[in-house]
């Protein structure tokens, strides 16, 4: 038998009966060289089972598997020739010698690992027989249909295939014009009867950044009556129709829609089905929910081939002639067509697996509510920023004199190449490896430097230093809005696959909070001249929410005795009384605690804790051997994902897992990590959207003008007015603790101050 690939992997499986054929190109032309037995023992000089052992030492970095950490395959082979196996090895470790004894030594469990990811399966159950495997003549129009949508147009070019199937999709059957005033008035009847307007607002961004820099052009409408899709350039003749509250509006991006319509002039009502979110909710490991993307995915049109099809050719000017100046385009009107056929699809398909309510009652009222924290934005003291900006120069300046002083040469620090030659071969610093590109210079690699050399811990500082410039002063200044002197930050709602809220132009979730000099840049956050920050932030509420999921006693105990719950895990873990234990213990038990959240392996927690392996691993059994109902959570919520291909949040948000039945070890692995994070995290994401929400509509309800204005995963931010603080703080705690009900309590923690680094 012979095996064509290109994966050495399978010289492993190469015996009397079997060769593996191996092509390569050689001059610009594909040949083949053929392995045998004796060929393997010729060009590496061992047998191709012990192939597996070599790997088993020196891993592959193309299949993620580690192998041990500063042993190559020749060092690997060598090792083999002599001791056999891997076992071998450790049998006769004493007789090994330095680094290479202790690397060896140390790293045991990750050889053994290793090597068995390594191997291939070879009593995989087959229940075909060999006949049925036998190569056939494949259906033209099935392997078409599947490179289409797969987007493998290449492949349908290259293999000759017939493109009929990529035009066998839906019709689209839509006129579009100009409404007329006749048309208009027939058109708004319509939309009285029917309650539901379908439509598509046409945008021109302006010189400047994000949303309110962005002018509309006119709205497309399309009619169910007349199957016709209208434009009209005079959004103000909708004003009454969009501030209805009995009307539904179905569009696309409705977040932007709400604050291009409250800038001139109208305070829309009922946005309250929005495509790209539905399409969201259906699948959220998508990147991109246009409406080209839903459009082929749930009605079986290709909108682009569509639009290409029987275009006009761009005419060229003469002297004499100019452009047509807001002739509407054929996309436009095609779009609201599609908006109104998507929201018939999406909302049956919403139903059939139960993401209907989550739409209806989180993430659409929730749409307002990020809107208006964008419209409403967060002031920056763009003086005090500046001035942050000239002291983290001189800071880089002083630094790069030091450095220079240490290194006895100027060289670009930026470089990773010179950087690498100055540490490790002129100062000779350990831990030099080098590769194809140079040595590495990587953050991880000068953190175990740190107390080698002075040198070290100044580049550390150069680097976070001159991060925080580029990244939040330099970074920031672009975005600072002219008129109102505020950051207008997008939040967005169909980004992350767990449905927390993420936030761009820029990112306002991640402002440095750990280092002292990171946290100064949180002065320049402030409230409007008079105003202060209150800020409520979620305690430990993945691991409330965890407590609940996982219906575990002791834990619960925790929580409703108001027991410090990393205290109690330390105390379970180390089985000592809770007052005997120590602050690093605790640290300890935090990490577990919240490791165990994130699905993290003994070898994450190891490098977390700097402790070794054996350790970490050591802890988390020890965990799971006291917190039984969080131990058969995660076994059964792996199985189910296994199972049904999906997991889901308290509030029925479905992740899709094709990762957790892949054939490959690490990405199964993965895929658990992921079943098990996602119902913890999403429900915890669900819980702080509708509080949101919640606190959003009682605010209004009281008619105060205290304002959200940011939302960090676990805690939000009002801008308040003095005199409303204790009224807000009463809403904050009343709408957060009290959102849902768990059998654990949840609590939160108010601060306030004068700046986002007093309040927080």
């Not at 409406?291 to 081939?305: F, G, K």
Request: charge should be neutral; charged fraction near 30%.
């Amino acid at each position: 038998m012979t095996i064509l690939t290109g994966d050495r992997d399978s010289f492993q499986l190469i015996d009397e009966h079997i060769k593996v054929r191996i092509p390569h190109t050689v001059q610009g032309k594909t040949e083949t060289e053929d392995y045998t037995v004796e060929k393997v023992i010729e060009k590496y000089g061992l047998s191709p089972k012990s192939l597996i052992e070599v790997k088993g030492l020196a891993g592959d970095s193309s299949d993620n598997i580690p192998g041990i950490p500063g042993v190559g395959e020749k060092t690997a082979i060598n090792l083999i020739k002599d001791y056999k196996d891997i076992e071998g090895i450790y049998k006769h470790i004493d007789n090994l010698k330095g680094k290479l004894k202790e690397k060896i030594k140390q790293n045991e469990e990750m050889a053994y690992l290793s090597r068995t990811l390594g191997t291939i399966d070879t009593k995989v159950p087959i229940d075909k027989k060999v006949d049925n495997m036998k190569v056939t003549k494949w259906d033209n129009e099935k392997v078409t249909d599947l490179f289409a949508k797969l987007k493998f147009n290449r492949f349908i070019e290259r293999f000759g295939l017939e493109k009929e199937s990529l035009n066998k999709t839906q019709e689209i059957n839509i006129e579009g014009q100009e409404i007329t005033e006749e048309q208009f008035e027939k058109y708004k009847q319509e939309v009285k009867k029917c309650k539901k307007i379908f439509y598509y607002i046409i945008t021109e961004a302006e010189n400047g950044t994000g949303i309110l820099n962005t002018t509309i052009d006119g709205i497309t409408l399309y009619s169910e009556e007349a199957n016709t899709a209208y434009l009209l350039k005079d959004i103000q003749k909708l004003k009454n129709i969009f501030e209805d509250a009995e009307i539904l509006k179905i569009g696309y991006k409705q977040k932007q829609d709400y604050i291009l319509l409250k800038q001139i002039g109208i305070n829309p009502n009922n946005l309250m089905f929005d495509i790209e979110i539905a399409g969201y909710l259906l699948n959220s490991n998508i990147t991109k929910y246009t409406i080209e993307y839903l459009s082929e995915e749930y009605l079986n049109i290709d909108v682009a081939t569509y639009l290409k099809k029987d275009e006009p050719q761009e005419k060229q000017l003469t002297l004499f002639e100019t452009p047509e100046d807001n002739k509407p385009s054929k996309k436009n009107y095609v779009y609201t067509y599609l908006i109104n056929k998507l929201y018939y699809t999406l909302t049956d398909k919403m139903k059939q697996i139960c993401t209907l309510d989550l739409f209806n009652k989180i993430e659409m009222p929730l749409l307002e509510v990020l809107a208006d924290m964008q419209y409403q934005g967060i002031y920056v003291d763009k003086d005090k920023l500046f001035d942050f900006g000239n002291e983290l120069k001189n800071r880089i300046e002083e630094l790069t004199k030091e450095i220079y002083d240490l290194a006895g040469e100027e060289f670009n620090i930026n470089s990773p190449k010179q950087l690498g030659e100055i540490l490790f071969e002129k100062l000779k610093l350990p831990m030099g490896k080098k590769n194809k590109k140079g040595y590495s210079t990587g953050v991880e690699i000068l953190e175990k430097l740190k107390f080698t050399h002075p040198i070290i811990e100044r580049i550390l500082e150069y680097r976070q230093i001159g991060k925080l410039n580029s990244t939040y002063v330099e970074g920031l200044m672009p975005y600072i809005n002219k008129t109102t002197k505020k950051i207008h930050s997008s939040f967005h709602q169909t980004v992350t696959a767990t449905g927390r809220i993420s936030s761009t132009e820029p990112n306002l979730q991640n402002i440095p909070t750990r280092n002292e000099l990171g946290k100064n840049l949180r002065k320049v956050f402030k409230p409007e001249e008079g105003n202060i920050f209150i800020d409520a932030d979620y305690s430990q509420i993945e691991l409330r929410v965890l407590a609940h999921i996982s219906n575990d006693e002791h834990m619960i105990q925790a929580f409703n005795n108001d027991e410090d719950i990393h205290t109690q895990v330390a105390s379970k873990v180390f089985n000592i009384p809770m007052e005997e234990v120590t602050k690093e213990q605790r640290t300890k038990a935090k990490a577990v605690n919240f490791g165990i959240v994130y699905g993290i392996s003994d070898f994450g927690l190891s490098e977390q804790l700097k402790i070794p392996r054996k350790e970490a691993k050591q802890y988390i059994e020890q965990y799971l051997e006291k917190y039984q109902g969080i131990k058969k959570f995660m076994e059964t919520i792996v199985e189910t994902a296994k199972k049904e291909g999906y997991v889901e949040t308290l509030f029925h948000r479905r992740r899709y897992i094709p990762e957790i039945n892949s054939n490959n070890y690490m990405v199964r692995q993965f895929g658990s990590r992921i079943a098990m994070n996602t119902p913890i995290q999403g429900t915890a994401a669900d819980i702080m959207k509708l509080a949101m929400i919640n606190i959003y509509n009682e605010l209004n309800k009281q008619n105060l003008k205290s304002k959200i204005i940011l939302q960090v995963h676990d805690e939000l931010l009002i801008e308040a007015i003095p005199e409303e603080k204790e009224k807000v703080e009463q809403i904050l705690k009343q709408k957060m603790e009290n959102v849902i009900t768990l059998k654990v309590p949840l609590k939160i923690d108010i601060e306030e101050g004068k700046n986002l680094y007093d309040a927080k």
